[in-house]
Nanobody
Framework: HVQLVESGGGSVQPGGSLRLSCAAPESTFTTHCMGWFRQAPGKQREGIAAIDIDGSTKYKDSVSDRFTISKDNAKNTLYLQINNLKPEDTAIYYC?????????????????WGQGTQVTVS
């Protein structure tokens, strides 16, 4: 069972930036696809970014110009850099770990989830 712990959320003004972090057990990134999801109030959870074992990335089209997913294998930490934050980015953000072999933005690719970190833009 992969335990994931997010941090870095907070309240920011529109146009601001945040970097979310997700701490994972050692070697997680060399064996797992990793992703970031978010769930806004009253909406379904949606995948916004994923990074595969080889470092290749995928993004939800609507955020690809403002969001950057990255990982530091040495620190066992996944990141999501969010720039030019908008009120519609307000949500709980979750990191997730999937298996090897396939990596995408759908929830079905992932089997372990963090507890989430709140991002509020207003």
């Amino acid at each position: 069972h992969v335990q994931l712990v997010e941090s870095g959320g907070g309240s920011v003004q529109p146009g601001g930036s945040l970097r979310l972090s997700c701490a994972a057990p050692e070697s997680t990134f060399t064996t797992h696809c990793m992703g970031w999801f978010r769930q806004a109030p009253g909406k379904q959870r949606e995948g916004i970014a994923a990074i595969d074992i080889d470092g290749s990335t995928k993004y939800k089209d609507s955020v690809s110009d403002r969001f950057t997913i990255s990982k530091d294998n040495a620190k066992n930490t996944l990141y999501l850099q969010i720039n030019n934050l908008k009120p519609e980015d307000t949500a709980i953000y979750y990191c997730a770990a999937g298996g090897p072999g396939s990596c995408g933005l759908g929830s079905l690719f992932f089997h372990a989830w963090g507890q989430g970190t709140q991002v509020t833009v207003s």
